[in-house]
């Protein structure tokens, strides 16, 4: 009964968590899917919108809901500036150039962020009740993240499908050079892609604060960089939809499996759990490598 | 065999024999040395397989990390032996870098571009969390070998150990490493995995076994790294924990190092990872704490204004002149 008990409130708590992942991965997802970048250096922007939150709770007493448009505008602006800034010359250039070069974007910001607001772990709760309901205890704040993250998802969704400009870029995923042909311009399509994928991101580092309560650190994104792999392999890699369910389904999985293996006595169940994602990770990779929710190639 | 195709080896010799001699005229520099050799090894080595074949190995460090537990228990349980144990190390060290890179092998190299990038990630991040996650090796405790080593080396063998022999066997590692590569690009390996770099399809519709030798040089360059982690990680630090051997950083500091000097080059590796070394050495010594915050744009602008490294971009320029017997 505990056993059932405790795997119920895990999966509930999973499913929150893991709408906050879906939104963290679909930034990824977009800029490779347009742009066929990886960008290694993803973690340093959730890191930001998570600093942000922090200091507009701490300094304005704004309350992280308030704060994602700031987030999401200052997202933006840092993605426009790194595109154009770096990201444009690379367009064409081998893989391991943008690998090399997000990577060198991200470590940049992480130093330039430990310059400005130093290398403690910092944090903030914002406590608006807790609900209990049977076996559940879950605070509030943590349940309207997942409001706000399944609304973000919805409202990207209808962007893409019910916009001009969200079909264009629709088509760029599908054929650069067909896209082309119809007229679009690709660059610009390029420079807004990668910045509402930062923009995103940056916003997710927000819903991310309401469940890390004092694990907000410059250098917290490394962690999140690397589910996000995983989230969007299991996606399909280049579908921001498919990323936001595998999310879900990773938040689940994450916390229904510590549960799980928590029973098995001699072991770390925390580390055990990432042991069997990254090697859930490798077996959809050689099975299916368009992911469990992609579409064949 | 040609003592011509070989001439490229005379400027890199030059190098070693020059750093080799500042490490021991000049007093104080015998470390700071050892420390610009170690990331010049380990760019020889990553060299062989991703400057090689094009394919980006960002699990590399895992290779490193078994290396350094193969040392770690070898010293841990055989201790006895006394400094054989160390031999036993090393050998270990090889032989379970050689096993993962069969294991990796056979089935991340099927997949390649992103996904074989973000495939060695997972088998990095994996064998990490196995380790911590199933107590194996002390867990996340790791193994701690100071005291041990003290007690059955005596205090001035172990010292000698950790503060000159390692660092004796790294700059032999780099030397060995070069010859290794500049024997591969000669032979028909060399040949066989530039054309696989270039158009990998196209390789194999020509009749080259591409997996055989995609695999051959993933293993040559796995046991170098096995080497490196055994030398310059457990026998030098003394101690090794699977948070520090498994951080995916030290990869990435090889893919910097060989992408400066230049992919697939002979000499790249070691221009490459004496900037890096030497830059990450006096800037840590003169703005410390930022390092980092300089060397991220560096990179940046290398990528940009060099896309084939320094010594890429010196071999393209002087391609008709003499100098290029040197370069390779």
Request: aromatic letters at 14%; one cysteine or more; charged letters at 10%.
């Amino acid at each position: 009964m505990v056993f059932a008990e405790n795997l119920i409130s895990n999966l509930f708590y999973g499913a929150l968590l893991g709408s906050i992942y879906g939104v963290a991965t679909m930034g990824l997802s977009l800029i490779f899917g347009v742009l066929r970048i990886v960008n290694v250096g993803h973690g340093a922007f959730i890191m930001i919108g998570a600093f942000t939150a922090f200091w507009m709770f701490t300094l304005y007493s704004l309350p992280p809901v308030a704060v994602i448009p700031i987030a999401l505008v200052f997202g933006l602006a840092i993605g426009f500036i790194a595109f154009q800034a770096v990201i444009r010359r690379l367009v064409d250039a081998p893989e391991l150039s943008t690998l090399l070069a997000t990577f060198g974007i991200g470590i940049f910001i992480e130093e330039l962020a430990k310059l400005v607001w130093g290398a403690d772990y910092v944090g903030f709760s914002w406590d608006i009740g807790t609900l209990y309901l049977g076996p559940i205890t879950v605070s509030y704040s943590k349940i309207l993240a997942f409001f706000c993250s399944v609304l973000v998802a919805a409202l990207l969704y209808l962007w893409f499908t019910k916009t001009k400009l969200g079909n264009a870029i629709r088509a760029v995923v599908q054929d650069r050079e067909g896209a082309v042909v119809c007229g679009i311009n690709v660059n610009r399509i390029f420079a807004l892609s990668f910045s509402i994928g930062i923009g995103l991101t940056v916003l997710s580092g927000v819903l991310v604060t309401l469940f890390v309560p004092v694990g907000i650190n410059v250098y917290m994104g490394g962690d999140y960089t690397l589910k996000a792999f995983v989230i969007s392999v299991l996606g399909g890699l280049d579908s921001p939809w498919g990323a936001f369910i595998a999310g879900f389904l990773f938040g689940l999985f994450e916390n229904g499996s510590y549960a799980i293996l928590g029973l098995i006595p001699g072991v770390e169940p925390f580390a055990l759990t990432r042991f069997v994602a990254f090697a859930f990770l490798l077996i959809i990779l050689l099975v299916k490598p368009t992911g469990l929710l992609g579409g064949g190639e | 065999m040609k003592i011509r195709s070989y001439k490229p080896l005379l400027p890199l010799f030059l190098i070693y024999a020059l750093l080799i001699l500042i490490a021991v005229a000049v007093p104080g520099m015998w470390q700071p040395v050892a420390f610009f050799m170690f990331y010049v090894a380990l760019g020889q080595a990553f060299n062989i397989f991703m400057g090689l074949t094009g394919y980006v190995d960002f699990g590399y460090v895992a290779f490193l990390g078994l290396g350094a537990y193969g040392m770690a228990i070898a010293i841990k349980y055989f201790s006895s032996l006394g400094l054989i144990s160390i031999l036993l190390g090393i050998l270990l060290a090889v032989v379970m870098s050689i096993l993962l890179s069969l294991a990796v092998g056979a089935v991340a190299l099927r997949l390649r571009g992103a996904y074989f990038a973000i495939a060695t990630i997972g088998v990095n991040e994996g064998f990490r969390y196995l380790i911590e996650g199933v107590r194996l090796w002390g867990g996340s405790e790791g193994i701690v070998l100071s005291g041990l080593m003290r007690r059955t080396f005596g205090r001035e063998t172990a010292n000698l150990l950790s503060t000159f022999f390692s660092d004796i066997l790294i700059i032999a590692i780099a030397i060995l490493a070069a010859m290794t590569t500049i024997w591969i690009l000669n032979r028909k390996m060399g040949y066989a995995l530039l054309a696989l770099r270039e158009d990998e399809d196209a390789a194999r519709v020509m009749g080259i076994n591409v997996t055989k030798y995609k695999i051959m040089a993933f293993i040559t360059s796995a046991s170098f790294a096995g080497l490196i982690g055994a030398v310059a990680w457990t026998l030098k630090l003394t101690y090794v924990f699977p948070e520090d051997v498994f951080n995916i950083h030290y990869t990435v500091e090889a893919i910097v190092i060989v992408m400066l000097g230049g992919a697939g080059t002979l000499l790249g590796p070691v221009v490459g990872g004496l900037i890096y070394g030497v830059l990450k050495y006096y800037l840590s010594v003169v703005f410390p704490g930022i390092q980092l915050l300089i060397l991220a744009p560096m990179l940046i602008l290398t990528i940009i204004a060099f896309p084939e490294g320094i010594v890429g971009f010196i071999k393209k320029k002087g391609k008709k002149s003499r100098i290029s017997y040197y370069l390779r």
